[in-house]
């Protein structure tokens, strides 16, 4: 028999009782595509029924009921970082303070004074929401924001030296992820990129004898991602900035991470600040609002006032603007390093990079009872690990930490690694997928940025469906979404 032809009609199916009871929480005509698409998608025989005698009502009813979950299922939606990476870009980098979560909604919610002068009632500049946070913040005489590190720097090249050289040091020509590489973005600003010394060593010798009568702008930028160790020299801001000003240029440094926080009082490993470079004589510092800041995504410029003025005036800033959403947080988040006794413990970011051993180790003694058992083809442990900053943040150093580690108990290697892969994949298809890391045949997941009771309860409350998740997961990592 074709099963096919004996399917019910549209109308059939949208008056069972289940499917009907399913409109007063979806509606009517999301319900409609559900029902179509399940019978579409049996007519197609992408879902071939396991026997014609399966394809009943109440089957296919079920089924509708899967479809709606997986339609009104948002494709932005939160996971748990597990990955040892806390500052992961694919993830959506920093979370946010609840300050700047409120006042986003807040934002969202009602129209705003973005642009407007409250005072005398006239045009306002968006930028004044935040540029004397950031002044005060930094030391800088002026500031202006933009849409991300990337969107910052372009600005700033293009603003400062269009048609002209800029010069950094071949060490220095670096490539973030995602298609940012210095080379490029000079050349996509309108300069001619000059590399200054070789990959190792660079001398301020070399900085003069490379200025010249084409020179524009004096670039550093932050080796976020690599560090160049061995037999090394590189240029100190204070003396780059006495040659960039001794010959009438720019001096630009590019941070990358804007750390507002003392990293050496919450026992971190060093990072410069934005205020440390304009100390030590930089005119333009750029860095994001989202990486060890843990703002929104943004890119922030600091520095003088007329180069600030200049770079406002270029058209791509208009381009790159922010809106109102991310200003919002920007502002909130800024306020809580000026104004907050504990940011570390206010900022997300900042909490989850100090967080003690001790504290995560705790959260693995509550955890490992609840996952040990759960299913019984692996053997789970709880130890040591490193996380790291990520997001081209200090890209050495790792921060002590503890993970559940799951090793299958099958004798072949080439089974443990079939069951690791479908554990991993059936994490991911929980209802917030836990994203965690595969490393030397185990999967680990990192426990630093499970912070906090409502997070743990979370992540145990949705336990129970792995084992079924598991089950319906093949050795390729295909079954039901
Ligand atoms: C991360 C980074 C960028 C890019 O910043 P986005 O905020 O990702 O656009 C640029 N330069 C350096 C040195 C960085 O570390």
């Known amino acids: 028999m074709d099963v096919r032809r004996s399917l019910p009609a549209v109308d059939t199916l949208l008056a069972h009782p289940q499917v009907q009871e399913a409109r007063k929480r979806y509606g009517h005509r999301l319900v409609r595509r559900a029902v179509r698409q399940t019978l579409d998608a049996i007519r197609r025989d992408l ?11 109440d089957d296919l009813a079920r089924r509708v009921l899967e479809c709606l979950a997986e339609l009104a299922r948002p494709a932005s939606r939160a996971v748990f970082n597990l990955t040892g990476t806390v500052i992961h870009t694919n993830l959506g980098r920093a979370p946010l303070a609840e300050a700047a979560v409120a006042a986003m909604t807040e934002a969202a919610r009602h129209p705003v004074a973005l642009e407007y002068d409250l005072d005398s009632g006239s045009r306002g500049d968006r930028d004044r929401l935040v540029e004397g946070l950031l002044c005060e913040l930094t030391g800088a005489e002026a500031a202006t924001v933009v849409n991300n590190n990337a969107g910052a720097v372009l600005l700033a090249l293009g603003a400062l030296a269009a048609g002209r050289e800029a010069l950094i040091s071949r060490g220095e020509l670096i490539e973030i992820g995602g298609a940012f590489r210095m080379p490029d973005i000079m050349a996509a600003a309108g300069c001619r990129l000059r590399e200054v010394g070789t990959t190792n060593r660079t001398h301020a010798h070399d900085f003069e004898a490379a200025i010249g009568e084409h020179t524009g702008l004096i670039v550093k930028a932050h080796t976020s991602n690599y560090a160049i160790t061995g037999f090394t020299r590189c240029v100190p801001e204070t003396r780059l900035a006495e040659i960039a000003h001794a010959h009438g240029l720019p001096f630009l440094i590019d941070m990358g991470s804007g750390a507002l926080a003392d990293f050496a009082t919450l026992d971190l490993p060093h990072e410069p600040q934005p205020g440390d470079a304009i100390g030590a004589g930089a005119d333009v ?4 609002g989202d990486k060890l800041l843990g703002g929104p995504q943004a890119g922030i410029l600091v520095g003088r006032r007329d180069l600030i003025e200049r770079i406002r005036r270029h058209p791509l800033k208009r381009a790159l603007r922010l809106d109102k959403l991310t200003l919002a947080a920007l502002e909130a988040t800024l306020r809580l390093y000026r104004d907050s006794d504990v940011p570390q413990h206010d900022i997300p970011t900042l909490a989850l990079l100090t967080r003690t051993e001790d504290d995560i180790a705790a959260t693995g003694e509550r955890l490992l009872p609840r996952v040990g058992e759960l299913l019984a083809s692996f053997e789970v442990t709880l130890a040591p690990c490193a996380s790291q900053l990520g997001s081209g943040s200090l890209p ?25 892969h479908r554990l991993e994949v059936a994490l991911r298809r929980l209802p917030r ?3 965690g890391r595969i490393k030397d045949g185990a999967l680990l997941l990192d426990l630093r940025c499970l912070e906090g009771a409502l997070a743990e309860a979370a992540f145990i409350d949705q336990l129970a469906q792995l084992p079924r998740l598991y089950d319906a997961t093949d050795d390729h990592g295909e079954g039901p979404p």
């Open 47 to 57: 879902v071939p029924p396991a026997s014609s005698a399966a394809v009943g009502v």
């Open 285 to 288: 510092v750029t860095f994001s």
């Open 396 to 420: 050495v150093d790792r921060l002590p930490s503890r993970a559940l580690v799951w090793r299958s108990r099958a004798e072949k290697r080439r089974q443990r690694e079939r069951e690791i």
């Open 433 to 435: 997928p836990v994203i």
